[in-house]
């Protein structure tokens, strides 16, 4: 599908800044140096820098998927979700996301601050990085970002508003997709290893798995509890490392935003940490590194928790009592775990997999890919009675005794 707006390229962009009036001064376009970086599946991202040092980052969507080409045609209107769920963001968290300088809803541009000299969490995650204290600043995004946008904070006419304003169907249906059908049926869309074959026959017969897919996606498709992320992964998060040795870190990438469930947005981080320890544990990567790792699930949800719990006491509304509090955070726990099954399943078996688990040669590919099968495959299965964060780490410690001291399934 043909654009119908202008392409940015490194070359026009000075003149772009140039020609939008509140991008004025941010840097000076007679020296700006423009590298396109795009290296997601759906945008071309600028990272823009002049002879001062002040930068900008443009990022403009195409009327088509950047990771298939023009034959997946996708509406380029998601870049007004991103700008929503950046807004969002930047009422209750502004110094988890980069500074939001506005949206041409014309040219499908977004503008933001450019991060620079941060990196994408994954990729440091790859190379054996420990950022700490990363993992918390994602729960307390998710916390404010649910609490401040859902029924806890906002009168419910507001809500039913912002729910219809934020309807991102297209968006939505890639996730129901490749998260929720693709992984489990023959589809054109999928590829994996052929070694690999006989772990995912086992998924795809597992009608009681099949069942509690269903079940995850119907709460996708249904349960609009607050404006969410949903796209949460560690390639949506960047990284740097403070002075004092602790890491900071900032959500990007909010274009799937919709009213969904909150425990979308926490399970797609619990499901990237799994293929990172997977990775870790197929490398044989130091105690250090994988002890840290083993952390990082917990670390997110107790921050998510602490999080709500203190914004709970600023609810306007009293049907919202303490108990009720309790009782949601306990089903939220289970809805994580249950979604970070879902989100890790599709990186291995479904279109757009992630580099932790595809750059492994291949022994290790295989060994990292069959530990996150089966620990996803029971997260989502025996969610309610893991419950806990805490057992759902037991799972994948139980799941790799038994690859590593077994092997992977094999057809004989
Ligand atoms: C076809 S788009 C593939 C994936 O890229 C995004 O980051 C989302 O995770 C989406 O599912
Ligand atoms: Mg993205």
């Given at each position: ?10 070359e026009t962009i000075?003149?772009?800044?140039d ?39 443009l ?11 023009e ?92 729910t ?32 690999l ?47 004092d ?8 990438d ?29 490398m ?76 492994l ?34 799972v ?13 399934r094999?057809?004989?």
């Amino acid at each position: 599908m043909e654009a119908d707006y202008e392409i940015l390229t490194p070359e026009t962009i000075p003149a772009y800044i140039d020609s939008v009036p509140n991008l004025a001064g941010i840097v000076d376009t007679s020296t700006l140096e423009v590298a396109e970086v795009g290296d997601g599946n759906l945008n071309l991202v600028f990272v823009c820098r002049d002879a001062a040092g002040n930068g900008i980052c443009l990022k403009q969507s195409l009327p088509y998927l950047r990771v298939v080409g023009e034959a997946w045609p996708l509406t380029p209107e998601r870049v007004i979700a991103e700008a929503r769920g950046l807004a969002a963001a930047a009422a209750s968290t502004p110094h988890l996301i980069p500074t939001y300088y506005g949206v041409d809803k014309d040219r499908h541009v977004l503008a933001m601050e450019n991060l620079m000299g941060w990196e994408i969490w994954r990729g440091k995650l790859n190379d054996g990085f420990i950022h700490r204290g990363v993992a918390s600043l994602l729960g307390e995004y998710v916390a404010n970002l649910a609490f401040s946008t859902s029924v806890f904070a906002l009168d419910q006419m507001e809500v039913k508003e912002r729910t219809a304003e934020a309807i991102n169907p297209e968006l939505c249906r890639i996730t129901e997709n490749l998260v929720f059908t693709e992984p489990y049926i023959e589809h054109d869309n999928n590829s994996f290893v052929d070694e690999l074959a006989p772990e995912v026959a086992a998924l795809r017969s597992d009608e009681r798995l099949r069942a509690e897919v269903g079940m995850m996606k119907f709460k996708f498709m249904t349960g609009a509890e607050a404006l969410i992320h949903a796209d949460l992964h560690t390639g949506s998060v960047m990284v740097m490392m403070k002075e004092d040795g602790t890491g900071d870190g900032r959500v990007i990438d909010p274009e799937f935003a919709y009213y969904g469930p909150v425990g979308f947005d926490l399970g797609a981080v619990f499901g990237n940490y799994l293929a990172a320890r997977a990775r870790a544990e197929a490398m044989g990567r130091s105690d250090e590194f994988k002890d840290w790792l083993s952390g990082l699930a917990q670390e997110t949800w107790d921050a998510f928790e602490t999080e709500m719990r203190r914004l709970w006491a600023t609810r306007p509304d009293p049907t919202w009592t303490d108990s009720f509090l309790d009782s949601w955070l306990i089903q939220i726990e289970k809805d994580s775990i249950g979604f970070g099954g879902c989100k890790a399943i599709r990186r291995i078996i479904g279109l757009a997999k992630v580099t932790d688990i595809e750059t492994l040669p291949p022994g290790e590919h295989a060994t990292a890919a069959a530990i996150v099968l089966r620990t996803a495959s029971t997260w989502i299965k025996d969610r309610d009675q893991l419950a806990t964060v805490a057992a759902s780490n037991e799972v994948f410690d139980r799941v790799v005794d038994e690859v590593m001291a077994n092997g992977i399934r094999t057809n004989n």
